[in-house]
């Protein structure tokens, strides 16, 4: 189905255009879990380095 999703051959980092409004990306954008672990209930999901 078109727009639904794309699988590629090679698993490598590819820019997306977000569809949120740029002030809602520019305020949730450093709430990613995965940045500070500490506290944080879903470190088992997060490859420990």
């Given at each position: 189905?078109?727009?639904?999703h794309k699988v590629h051959k090679k698993v490598e980092?590819?820019?997306r255009e977000t569809i949120l409004p740029p002030d809602l990306f520019e305020r949730y954008?450093?709430?990613a879990f995965w940045r500070d672990l500490q506290?944080?209930?879903a470190y088992r999901l997060v490859?420990?380095?």
């Open positions: 189905m078109r727009g639904l980092p590819r820019p954008s450093n709430m506290n944080c209930k490859q420990q380095q």
